[in-house]
């Protein structure tokens, strides 16, 4: 099981990284479309969490992505965070999981992968972009709270 969810979980990143860098299905790069990007783009919190979390916590973020039933676990509904928080978004909460993992596991589990070491190769160390990730997917998750 874990060897499954690992491969997959590495399948979905690859996936991710082919769309960013506007890859085709052969992974030839498109001649006609050159992505530029400004050195310090950083995507949407929409756009990362399409990207990274869909597919475990689904589109709508209550936990059923296509990939859940693979876990043992439960993949957590993302909606109701404030609601299980006092009614709150605990954003240190989320900010601290995103960046360090669930638990107190320091390389995460198969289920939920650390981002912050993820997100850190992706911007070349540089942590003014890796803090502006985490917030912007703060601010989506905190956005699509159960009201």
């Not at 859940?68 to 965070?81: I, K, M, N, V, Y």
């Not at 589990?109 to 942590?127: A, C, K, Q, T």
Request: charged share 20%; glycine share 10%; with cysteine.
């Amino acid at each position: 099981m874990p060897k499954v969810a690992i491969s997959v979980f590495l399948l979905l990143l690859g996936v991710g990284a082919a769309g960013f860098l506007n890859l085709d299905t052969t992974g030839a790069a498109q001649q006609d479309v050159p992505v530029q990007l400004p050195p310090t783009y950083v995507p949407s919190g929409r756009q990362m969490f399409k990207e990274y979390c869909a597919a475990c916590h689904g589109e709508d973020g209550r936990g059923r992505g296509p990939i859940a039933p693979l876990f043992r676990a439960l993949t957590p509904d993302l909606t109701t965070l404030a609601k299980r928080h006092g009614g709150t978004f605990p954003e240190t909460y989320v900010s601290t999981v995103l960046l360090f993992g669930p638990g107190s596991r320091a390389h995460g589990s198969i289920e939920m992968p650390v981002w912050g070491p993820i997100f850190r190769e992706l911007d070349h160390y540089n942590e003014a972009a890796v803090r502006q990730r985490i917030k912007n997917l703060c601010e989506y998750l905190e956005s699509i709270q159960d009201k």
